[in-house]
């Protein structure tokens, strides 16, 4: 009997838009969105990852929910730039750009970023409620790995434990700004991976859903984004990119060139079941044994005793019936 | 295509969109002081008040090739138009003698730097508006040349990105002026602090213009090749604007841009 799916209220949100016919550019923002958990999104020098991120946030905004905004790379007015006040006024701006270090020692500096993000672990809105880490690269520059994904894991698992549903958590990164380790560990953090790159002019987004206890399942789609960040789906490239490859798969057949064989032909098969395995004791085998004269015994053995030596006339095999 | 004179093309390129703006001059197995010497030229014509932070030469060298490009770095620092910080004359009061006070070179001193803000304070105090009636010369303009420098002074990266982070704040977004600053990418793929600082830099920029030498090695005729990548385009900027290439050569008074292939020399 299958376990029954739990849908998220996103979830089934997205299902009816899907089965309503609203525009196919949703579609793949919705999905994004739909299982909570962190979205980690990889950007790069030339395929920038911020103009993606406002389109999820748009569409968060959309669904009626509140976006916090842990803005530490661009101004609040550049980060709204491209908003209508409907989106700009459900989107909270945490403004870490301006000092985020406190070098201008204000007395009533708020919190650093690090406590501004513990803070939004502690939910006083019961509404859902999207989380979107702008950037990612900036807290992993700043602070020790291990506290970035200790307090990405204690918002994204928020949801657990409080009547708020699960969050969503939005993290941009710039994949060239760190080493492997750090990207090993978000990686293993997200559900769900996009990662950006394009050819000729052209962006596509490679997509990887890690849901639990599923394999992971990966989509590529082209796009551009529009000014108000709504999102243009394109068809396909023939010109397909390269899609990153996933460290943790290996792409190697482990049944090619062995050493020994994995399968048995017929005629194999049969003269191995027909074998007599040596220690098995059978009854031609006893025959052999009883039929071996002494007389012919080519072999003698000569026994000193000690003085010590308790020898026991009795033979011990006596009670043996053979 | 026309063998304009490069820096009027150049100019022409960045007018409407370096406003506000963080440039980062990138060279890559070339040398692209070239660009740090237009910059200054042109801001300095433009009636900017500019901010100088020289790191690696000094101000006679800057001031000789400012005059072939037509500009007067003398007067235009006796005059208020140019705060300029010789690096390599200013070191010397650090080494010599404890100073008094906070000191924009403070790093040379430290065993370990941890932050370049007496530094950025520097930059602050140079470019902060004036008081009252009108303000004498256009928008703020901050230029260092070069960071990589830095670097190789014990700082380290991440102090370098703070130092570019709290300028574009202060110089950028409240003051709506332009930062210009100078790297050099070694291509070193074990120079892991270099490459985290180009890196960061170029995700930090609006405009990046990178001068590369040529694949097939030096030209007498042409110089190298000059890479202009626009990021963060604003809606306005179609898809397909955003990269372009040019190859330049690098005369007396002036540099010229050609596409690929067509300097008038091969032709």
């Known amino acids: 009997m299958p376990r029954p799916v739990h849908w998220s209220r996103r979830g089934r949100d997205a299902i009816r838009a899907r089965l309503s016919g609203r525009g196919q550019q949703s579609e793949m923002l919705e999905s994004l969105l739909a299982f909570g958990g962190l979205v980690l999104l990889r950007d790069s020098i030339e395929w920038e990852g911020r103009d993606f991120l406002k389109a999820l946030i748009k569409q968060s905004a959309l669904c009626g929910e509140q976006i916090h905004v842990l803005g530490c790379e661009i101004s609040e007015e550049e980060f709204r730039e491209g908003f209508d006040s409907n989106i700009n006024s459900r989107v909270v701006y945490h403004d870490l750009f301006r000092d985020p270090l406190n070098w201008s020692k204000n007395e009533a500096f708020p919190r650093g970023p690090l406590e501004a993000l513990r803070a939004m672990c502690r939910p006083t809105d019961l509404r859902p409620v999207t989380i979107a880490l702008d950037s990612l690269s900036w807290l992993l520059l700043h602070f020790p790995c291990s506290t970035v994904c200790q307090t990405l894991h204690a918002l994204c698992r928020q949801g657990d434990s409080s009547p708020v549903e699960r969050v969503n958590v939005l993290g941009l990164l710039h994949e060239e700004l760190h080493a492997a380790g750090p990207l090993g560990a978000l990686s293993s953090l997200a559900q769900i991976e996009v990662t950006l790159d394009g050819t000729m002019g052209r962006t596509s987004a490679h997509i990887l859903y890690r849901k639990p206890r599923h394999r992971p399942a990966h989509q590529t789609q082209w796009f551009s984004i529009l000014p108000d960040f709504s999102v243009d789906l394109q068809e396909g490239s023939t010109l397909q990119s390269q899609p990153h490859s996933d460290p943790h798969t290996l792409l190697v057949d482990p049944t090619a060139h062995l050493t020994f064989n994995l399968r048995l032909s017929k005629k194999e098969r049969e003269t191995r079941d027909s074998l007599t395995l040596p220690f098995q004791f059978s009854s031609e085998k006893q025959q052999a044994l009883l039929c071996s004269e002494p007389s012919q015994a080519s072999s003698h053995i000569f026994y000193e005793p000690d003085a010590y030596d308790d020898l026991d006339p009795e033979d011990p095999d006596d009670d043996l019936d053979i | ?267």
């Open chain 2, 1 to 267: 295509m026309a063998d304009r004179s490069g820096y009027q093309q150049m100019t022409a390129l960045g007018r409407s969109r370096l406003k506000g703006k963080l440039t980062l001059l990138c060279d890559a197995k070339t040398d692209g002081s070239f660009l740090v010497h237009h910059f200054l030229s042109f801001f300095l014509k433009a009636k900017c008040k500019v901010c100088f932070v020289a790191l690696v030469q000094s101000f006679s060298h800057y001031n000789i090739v400012g005059q072939k490009l037509g500009v007067s770095l003398t007067t235009a620092w006796e005059r208020g138009q140019l705060v300029f910080l010789e690096a390599l004359k200013t070191s010397l009061d650090i080494f010599f003698q404890t100073p008094a006070g906070p000191h924009p070179l403070q790093f040379l001193r430290e065993a370990s730097a941890r932050n370049l803000q007496p530094l950025y304070a520097f930059v602050q105090e140079a470019l902060k508006p004036e008081d009252g009636g009108e303000a004498t010369w256009r928008h703020p303009v901050l230029l260092v040349d070069d960071l990589s420098v830095l670097l190789s002074l014990g700082v380290r990266a991440v102090a370098v990105l703070d130092f570019i982070h709290y300028c574009r704040a202060t110089v950028c977004t409240e003051l709506k002026g332009n930062l210009v600053a100078l790297v050099h990418d070694s291509g070193d793929a074990a120079d892991e602090e270099n490459d985290l600082l180009v890196s960061g830099l170029s995700h930090q920029s609006h405009l990046i213009l990178r001068a590369e030498g040529l694949a097939t090695g030096f030209c007498k005729d042409v110089h190298g090749q000059l890479k202009v990548l626009w990021r963060r385009p604003s809606q306005a900027a179609a898809q397909r604007d955003r990269s372009l290439t040019y190859q330049y050569k690098i005369q007396d008074k002036t540099v010229s841009f050609f596409a690929k292939g067509l300097s008038p020399a091969v032709l």
